[in-house]
């Protein structure tokens, strides 16, 4: 009698221990699913996320190069209103983009794409000018390396820059090309940026206030 109710009680006990354990597996795989089920939905969640883009790209609606330039002129995507400080921070990009240019017409270029990248504090911008602005500052630059007195090619130059400036709606600056604070991001005054040295575009960091066409003459005897 003893050991049938000792039997009795220790198959209750096994009965007992292994629905436990069924229970706990059972659990531990529902657990396991759910994890699935998150991590799953997480990745369709990223899939289909806009794409992050850069600030500087962000201000410019997402627009850049030649479809950039003829949004600024309001030839194209008339419904966009940019910024004051996206104004800004275009005219940096395409000043930049002119001090480019001049630089490889010193260099001896004698074409160039339209399309080149500007890097700035906040990061690259892909710029864009028309090929007559870049055909003509390649040529007028390439007389100012030959002769860096010529009033005639500065004259031009500044004449084409001026038309640039006036289908993009700014005013030109005097000193367009002649500025240090101006070809800093005006948005980020207060950020170090390493020194570079002269030469390259390291001509653009000189602290010098002149006007563009003494600058010129400057720029091409150095």
């Given at each position: 009698m003893?050991?049938?109710l000792?039997?009795t009680?220790l198959?209750?006990l096994?009965l007992l221990v292994?629905?436990l354990?069924?229970l706990?597996?059972?659990v531990?795989?529902?657990?396991?699913?759910k994890r699935?089920?998150?991590?799953e939905?997480?990745?369709?969640?990223?899939a289909?996320?806009?794409?992050?883009?850069?600030?500087?790209?962000?201000?410019f609606?997402d627009?850049?190069?030649?479809?950039?330039?003829?949004a600024?002129t309001?030839?194209?995507?008339q419904?966009?209103?940019?910024s004051?400080d996206?104004?800004?921070r275009f005219?940096?990009?395409?000043?930049?983009?002119l001090?480019?240019?001049?630089?490889?017409a010193?260099?001896g270029?004698?074409?160039?794409?339209?399309?080149?990248?500007?890097?700035?504090?906040r990061?690259?911008v892909?710029?864009w000018?028309?090929?007559?602005?870049?055909?003509?500052?390649?040529?007028q630059?390439g007389?100012?390396?030959?002769?860096?007195?010529?009033?005639?090619?500065v004259?031009?130059?500044r004449?084409t820059i001026?038309?640039?400036?006036?289908?993009?709606?700014?005013q030109?600056?005097e000193?367009?090309?002649?500025?240090d604070?101006?070809?800093?991001?005006?948005?980020?005054?207060?950020?170090?940026?390493?020194?570079r040295?002269?030469g390259?575009?390291?001509f653009?960091?000189q602290?010098?206030h002149f006007?563009?066409?003494?600058?010129?003459l400057?720029?091409?005897?150095y």
């Amino acid at each position: 009698m003893h050991g049938l109710l000792l039997f009795t009680a220790l198959l209750t006990l096994a009965l007992l221990v292994y629905g436990l354990y069924q229970l706990n597996q059972r659990v531990m795989r529902l657990e396991a699913k759910k994890r699935q089920i998150a991590s799953e939905k997480a990745a369709k969640e990223r899939a289909l996320a806009p794409p992050q883009r850069d600030k500087s790209v962000d201000i410019f609606h997402d627009l850049e190069s030649e479809e950039l330039f003829y949004a600024m002129t309001g030839e194209a995507h008339q419904e966009l209103e940019f910024s004051e400080d996206a104004r800004k921070r275009f005219e940096l990009v395409i000043r930049k983009h002119l001090l480019e240019v001049l630089e490889k017409a010193k260099n001896g270029e004698r074409s160039l794409d339209s399309e080149t990248m500007i890097r700035t504090l906040r990061g690259p911008v892909r710029s864009w000018l028309p090929q007559d602005v870049v055909s003509s500052l390649l040529m007028q630059g390439g007389i100012l390396a030959n002769d860096p007195n010529d009033e005639r090619a500065v004259a031009s130059i500044r004449s084409t820059i001026d038309r640039l400036y006036l289908q993009l709606g700014y005013q030109t600056p005097e000193d367009v090309l002649g500025l240090d604070d101006q070809t800093t991001d005006p948005s980020e005054e207060t950020t170090d940026e390493p020194k570079r040295p002269p030469g390259a575009d390291g001509f653009m960091e000189q602290k010098r206030h002149f006007p563009s066409h003494v600058f010129l003459l400057y720029f091409y005897n150095y």
